[in-house]
């Protein structure tokens, strides 16, 4: 019996955006099957007292499929690429590959709303969220708000949801706050996204996640699981700071800020479903096999390609021996967004055999010799000419004072 005290009467048990949960009449969920992987058992409950029939429900009580289309809960932000349907299936919500944020009808992918009528540039976007605070918000890659249609009455139990294809922002007691329906909201002026507190490099730790550190230029954030070791948070903390400080004046730095860093180690597919953000990338299966990722908001990578041969989760298959090169593989994938560099990567490394998206990484992990030897990387005069572009020097990350 997963629900615990903040069961209520008439609630649902649904399927929403591949998640299996308990929705209730208040507009929330009581329960999903991420949030609590092991309920506590349940002895002595008496027949009387278990949940009646679906069938003994009276219909004009049960919650209307549409108050499940929720999209986001307070401290979310959506997956970029990721098709939100409604239950019906008949409206999706997407931020497309260029940013742009549009709710759309399944049928014909006919258009109904998109931030770029908003007074909004798609292009200078990266990231929607919903905040604790109940506000909706479109920011850029430095943490300036660009967009934020709810004012002065935002509720921190607000959800964002479709409702007969209408975008709603709403509070547990189903008064709205937002719906697309409504005239253009204004532009806000000089206003940051709530900073995560920090003092003396440490900082306060995203929900689910254990440890923390920050890097004060470019302002990144480095947030580690339970499993990670401080030598490993240390290590990469130095890591990115040293290679911001080795820019050059063509990449200014200030173009990282507010970035996050998710560093996990052999966590098993339960224990990264609890996770977010990285709970929503790849399926399982990828995401067991892979373990990392870059991307325009946020990095992952995992303290078991740190220093290490082999990686634990992958068996015998993989024997490579690594030093930082995940760290630095997978920063790069950022910093090719963050800088609008696709264009130029796609040009320089074209006709690799990795693919210029993950050559490009691949020499600058030569660069920092990470290792120092890829074969069809490591010596080609476009290549190198390219990374000494963006970084003045060089240096190699030890290995000597990493010590889990």
């Known amino acids: 019996s997963p629900v615990g005290n903040d069961a209520e009467p008439m609630s649902i048990l649904l399927i929403d955006n591949g998640v299996l949960g308990v929705f209730t009449p208040s507009r929330k969920f009581s329960w999903t099957y991420r949030e609590k992987p092991v309920a506590p058992a349940v002895a002595g409950v008496p027949a009387q007292a278990q949940a009646p029939a679906v069938a003994s429900v009276p219909a004009q009580a049960q919650v209307p499929a549409t108050a499940a289309d929720i999209v986001l809960r307070p401290g979310e932000a959506i997956e970029q690429g990721r ?4 239950a019906d299936k008949s409206h999706y919500l997407i931020q497309q590959s260029d940013n742009n944020f549009i709710l759309r009808k399944t049928q014909g992918d006919g258009y109904v709303w998109g931030i770029d009528q908003q007074g909004v540039v798609p292009a200078s976007l990266s990231r929607i969220q919903l905040l604790p605070d109940g506000r909706l918000v479109a920011s850029d890659m430095h943490g300036q708000i660009v967009w934020s249609p709810v004012g002065g009455d935002a509720k921190a139990s607000s959800s964002l949801y479709i409702e007969n294809g209408t975008l709603k922002v ?11 329906t409504e005239p253009r909201a204004p532009t806000p002026k000089g206003q940051q996204l709530p900073q995560p507190p920090y003092d003396g490099g440490r900082c306060t730790p995203e929900s689910a996640w254990a440890k923390c550190r920050v890097i004060e230029s470019p302002r990144i954030f480095i947030y580690g699981s339970s499993k990670v070791s401080d030598s490993a948070m240390d290590a990469v ?15 200014p730095k200030e173009k990282m800020d507010w970035l996050k860093i998710y560093i996990t180690n052999g966590e ?10 990285i709970n929503n990338v790849y399926d ?48 790069m994938h950022s910093f090719e967004t963050r800088n609008n560099r696709k264009g130029t990567t796609a040009k320089v490394y074209a006709g690799s055999p990795y693919g210029p998206t993950e050559t490009f990484p691949m020499a600058v992990q030569v660069f920092f010799n990470a290792p120092g030897g890829i074969g069809g990387v490591t010596g080609v005069p476009a290549y190198t000419a390219d990374v000494k572009s963006i970084f003045s020097s060089s240096t190699t990350y030890s290995c000597a004072t990493y010590k889990p």
């Open 83 to 86: 098709k939100y349907f409604t």
């Open 170 to 180: 709403a509070d547990a007691g189903s008064n709205v706050t937002w719906q697309s």
């Open 237 to 251: 903390k130095h890591v990115y700071s040293d290679m911001m400080s080795r820019l050059t004046p063509a990449y």
């Open 268 to 277: 098993s597919s339960a224990e990264l479903d609890q996770l977010n953000p």
């Open 284 to 331: 399982r299966k990828q995401r067991d096999e892979l373990r990392g990722t870059g991307g325009g908001t946020f990095v992952w990578i995992t303290e078991q390609m740190i220093c290490k041969t082999g990686v634990k989760t992958r068996g015998a298959q993989d024997t490579s021996q690594r030093t930082f090169d995940q760290v630095i593989h997978e920063f």
